[in-house]
Structures are given as C-alpha cells and as structure tokens.
Antibody, heavy 118, light 110 residues
Framework: QVQLQESGPGLVKPSETLSLTCAVS??????????WTWIRQPPGKGLEWIGN???????NYNPSLKSRLTISVDTSKNHFSLKLSSVTAADTAVYYC??????????WGQGTLVTVSS | NFMLTQPHSVSESPGKTVTISCTRS????????VQWYQRRPGSAPTTVIY?????PSGVPDRFSGSIDSSSNSASLIISGLKTEDEADYYC?????????FGGGTKLTVL
C-alpha cells in the first residue's frame, strides 16, 4: 500500500520560501503511471491544485502560482518537493501531497499545516 | 482558466437522496473527466467518483455521478443517505495542463 508523508516547517515568515517534501513509501516515484501532485487548502476555503511532476521531471503548474513555484523529484530518495517563494499570509494552508493516477487522485498524504507569519 | 461552482451547503434527512451540482464556467463539461472527492473533518480526501461516473472499489453504489452538457454541469448523487455521509464534497476537473477543484459543498445529514 503506497503511503505519502509530507514534512517541512510549520511556520514560514512573509517574503521567505516555503519548502515541503513528500516521502513516498510502498511504491516508487519512478513509476511512469503517475503524476506526483501538491494540493492545498487554506483555512475555511476549498481545495486548490498547486501543480504536479512526472518522474522524468516534467511539471505542470497552477497558472496563478507559476511565477513563485518549483516542484522537483528525487528518484534516488523516492520523494518529491515543493518550493513556493515570496510567501504571504494568503499562502497559509494545509498542504497535501498526492498521487495522480490520471483517472483520479488515488493516494493522499495526511496534510501538513503551514502558517505564514512573522 | 475555468472555474467549477458548487453550492456551499446542502442538507437532507437519512434515507433520502441528495444531489450536489458542479457547474463549469467555460469549456465543455464533457471535454474532460470529472472526479468527486469526499473529505471528512480531520482526514485526507478520498475519491467517491472518477471519470464522471465510475466508482472506485469499496465505494458503495449509493454514490453515483453524471454530467449534463445542456447545463454544462456534473452531479454527485447520494441515495439512501447515512449519517456517515456527512462530509465536504469537492468536484475536480482539468483542461490541458491545469486542474481545478470546485469550492466544496458541505453535506449535512440530519
């Protein structure tokens, strides 16, 4: 059973870079069947798709975040990562990593709360 | 970019049927598959419908999905409501390389 686990700082200062990693266990990020995805949910709001990455390194980004966003994959460590620069309070959210099987998002991490505050 | 619009909340009694709508703002609802996710408080989302109307294994057949090109919308239908169905439901679709979630609908079973 594939499991995903987010890790990273729970508090980030405004204007700094938010960095999160998603460790994949029970499966491989090198599988050509899936896209590895980041999704977030601000407090009291709905889900927002951030972007995804294929094992080859090919990425797709939400146009509203693209200028600040980098998603990368490390096949040797079997994990993928998110970097969001120049954060503001609007970036405060629960961040989920997930596996996109193209027909559906079929595995989710438990989510990690990231608060942007000085 | 397109948007998916859902009602903020719906409520219904146990045993009844409820329909949650999801309207696409631009582009055809039929051009890209729609998924539906259930999120209970404190838990990660799970898929209840994929590819417009398919159920993952383990999802009861009380859950069904459909699309309507005339209204450019998708629907999640839950019949025989149970208190355990109380949750937030999100529709999800995509175009080219972008993906979009609806704003979510809070289902109350009372």
């Amino acid at each position: 059973q594939v499991q995903l686990q987010e890790s990273g700082p729970g508090l980030v200062k405004p204007s700094e870079t938010l960095s999160l990693t998603c460790a994949v266990s029970g499966g491989s990020v090198s599988s050509g069947t899936y896209y590895w995805t980041w999704i977030r949910q601000p407090p009291g709001k709905g889900l927002e798709w951030i972007g995804n990455i294929y094992y080859s390194g090919s990425t797709n980004y939400n146009p509203s975040l693209k200028s600040r966003l980098t998603i990368s994959v490390d096949t040797s460590k079997n994990h993928f990562s998110l970097k969001l620069s120049s954060v503001t309070a609007a970036d405060t959210a629960v961040y989920y990593c997930a596996r996109d099987a193209l027909t559906m998002i079929d595995r989710w991490g438990q989510g990690t709360l990231v608060t942007v505050s000085s | 970019n397109f948007m998916l619009t859902q009602p903020h909340s719906v409520s219904e009694s146990p045993g009844k049927t409820v329909t949650i709508s999801c309207t696409r703002s631009s582009g055809s609802i039929a051009s890209n598959y729609v998924q539906w996710y259930q999120r209970r408080p404190g838990s990660a989302p799970t898929t209840v419908i994929y590819n417009d109307n398919q159920r993952p294994s383990g999802v009861p057949d009380r859950f069904s999905g459909s699309i309507d090109s005339s209204s450019n919308s998708a629907s999640l239908i839950i019949s025989g409501l149970k208190t355990e169905d109380e949750a937030d439901y999100y529709c999800h679709s995509y175009d080219n390389t972008n993906q979009v979630f609806g704003g979510g609908t809070k289902l109350t079973v009372l």
